[in-house]
């Protein structure tokens, strides 16, 4: 098969401020409504207004409440409502994980009237008295890192010679993201999650700061400082302390030096194409958080202090905005990328660590309208900046050994496919995964684990090899994220702190698994093979 350009490697680690991230109030690939501005309702008066009497519902239970609505909604005549609760359950999915859309309040859709409103108001109580069973387990979850180990562990963590490891806090995180699904008031969940309200809906605290200084959002421009945007949406811009028409700006060239700015809830673009452009890769990167926090947000937290959070005992933090730069071409991105990073050239994008930015450039589309990077280019350089700055890393991180761990990551963002829930990641037909079947079982091509796990970042850039290692890995990181039902997850996800941190080793990852290598790559190709 020909070898693809590759979506771009991480070039250069330096270290990363200490910082923590985790909400996001919505799904920026659609419009959102206005954000009024008033005081923030305290969280803990809302969950009290919860009938603390009402029983749970688990998710035996559940399903069949959920069926029981869909057959009266049915006999009723109201056919799309009984659609409605019949496709609310998420499938079970045992070869991806799952992702979900979690809106800003809980809203009814437009189209039910007052005839369908009483089977309504029954699923949206069976909806919070399941995401309470939901939140129990996710409790659970959270304080299962310290969990006493078995002296059936313990004996075989002993004849290995290994220490006993800490429990991650995906499937916490998990957990806590479903019940907000089903009920998006739930607030101890919000609280975890460093989500406050403000008005009837709940934000993250970098939105929720916006709002109390008045700012005002549309997903064509962004953030706007307050009485902006009335104007903007008339057809004005601000430029250099005066108004000027929209048509007018848009004739005058522009320059990184002197670039159009677009402000999204999470990420600062300086860019010097169309502001259109500039608003698509803004609305990819919040996706990409999105999809990022779920999959990946226990990397920003240790176990200790995930459960500390579930306790109550967390804070709300605000960080600055992650920095990025969208050119009009890839040429241009050539020229100005090659300046700190003569590889770039391979490249169509890249985060570059030293400066905490990450670069982008409008491809050419097919004629319908103004083409942003790959939208899987996007999740991946966005990857990589999310795990760069979601914690302290060293500035050696990956160039030892166990840098294709970095770009696996990425590489695994990119298998992200839309569903009417939100999207799942990783699976047997997503992203990279098919190519990495047809080099492993068409081409015999694989690298042991041993051997590509001891290469660092310049090893791995530079080996002849690197568009079939790239499909290896990606492969890879379908494998210890969901092969065998995740058997592998939690011990991935250290790795990739072991990486980040500078405390890896070339025999880590088969320490973590409880694998040798070989017996790893086995599984591995039985896992491509299936």
């Not at 009402?54 to 005549?77: F, H, I, M, N, Y």
């Not at 050419?364 to 700055?389: S, V």
């Not at 294709?404 to 990425?410: D, N």
């Not at 963002?413 to 939100?422: D, I, L, Y």
Request: aromatic share 8%; charged share 30%; hydrophobic share 40%.
């Amino acid at each position: 098969m020909p070898a693809p350009r590759l979506t771009c490697a991480v070039l250069a680690l330096a270290l990363a401020l200490p910082t923590r991230l985790w909400a996001d109030d919505g799904d920026e690939t659609t419009p959102r409504p206005a954000r009024p501005r008033v005081t923030a309702v305290d969280a803990a008066e809302e969950e009290g207004k919860k009938d603390p009497t009402t029983p749970v519902l688990d998710d035996t239970a559940w399903r069949k409440t959920l069926e029981s609505l869909a057959t009266r909604a049915a006999a009723q005549g109201h056919d799309a409502l009984a659609a409605h609760f019949r496709s609310w359950e998420i499938p079970e999915l045992t070869d991806r994980q799952v992702v979900v859309t979690i809106p800003s309040r809980l809203e009814a859709p437009a189209w039910i009237d007052a005839a369908q409103e009483p089977l309504w108001n029954e699923f949206v109580a069976a909806r919070r008295r399941h995401a309470e069973a939901t939140f129990a387990r996710a409790v659970e979850a959270a304080e299962a890192h310290d969990r006493p180990r078995t002296r059936d562990e313990q004996r075989a963590d002993s004849e290995a010679g290994l220490k006993p490891l800490a429990r991650w806090g995906g499937e916490a995180i998990a957990l806590l993201h479903r019940t907000l699904r089903d009920d998006p008031d739930h607030a101890r969940a919000r609280n975890i999650g460093s989500w406050v309200k403000r008005g009837e809906a709940w934000v993250s605290t970098s939105v929720a700061k916006r709002l109390d200084r008045g700012e005002e959002f549309d997903a064509a421009f962004g953030w706007l400082p307050r009485g902006r945007l009335e104007r903007y949406r008339l057809g004005e811009r601000y430029e250099s302390g005066r108004w000027v028409k929209t048509a007018d700006d848009d004739a005058l060239p522009r320059t990184l030096k002197k670039p159009w700015r677009h402000d999204s809830d999470h990420w600062r673009i300086r860019s010097s194409a169309p502001p259109a452009a500039a608003a698509e890769l803004a609305a990819e990167l919040e996706t990409s958080l999105l999809i990022w926090q779920q999959v990946f947000g226990a990397y920003a937290w240790d176990p200790a202090e995930l459960e500390r959070r579930f306790k109550g005992r967390g804070r709300m933090p605000v960080r600055d905005p992650y920095a990025a730069v969208l050119v009009p071409s890839r040429e241009e991105y050539v020229a100005e990328v090659t300046k700190f990073e003569p590889a770039a050239i391979r490249s169509d994008a890249i985060y570059w660590t030293p400066t905490k930015t990450a670069w982008f450039a409008v491809m050419p589309g097919d004629g319908e309208g103004i083409a942003t990077a790959e939208a899987r280019t996007i999740r991946h350089e966005g990857a990589h900046q999310l795990f760069a700055e979601a914690r302290s890393t060293s500035p050696l991180a990956g160039e030892n050994c166990g840098f294709w761990a970095i770009e696996a990551a990425a590489c695994y963002m990119e298998s992200a496919v839309a569903t009417p829930f939100g999207w799942t990641l990783g699976g047997p037909d997503a992203g990279r995964v098919p190519a990495a079947r047809e080099r492993l079982l068409n081409d015999g091509f694989q690298i042991p684990l041993e051997e590509l796990a001891a290469l660092g970042r310049r090893e791995l850039q530079a080996d002849q090899r690197l568009p079939q290692i790239y499909s290896q890995i990606s492969g890879l990181a379908d494998f210890f994220l969901n092969g065998q039902r995740g058997q592998y997850r939690e011990a991935f996800l250290e790795y990739l702190e072991r990486v980040y941190t500078g405390s890896v080793s070339p025999d880590s990852l088969a320490t973590l698994c409880r694998r040798t290598y070989p017996q790893l790559d086995d599984e591995y190709r039985r896992h491509l093979a299936r």
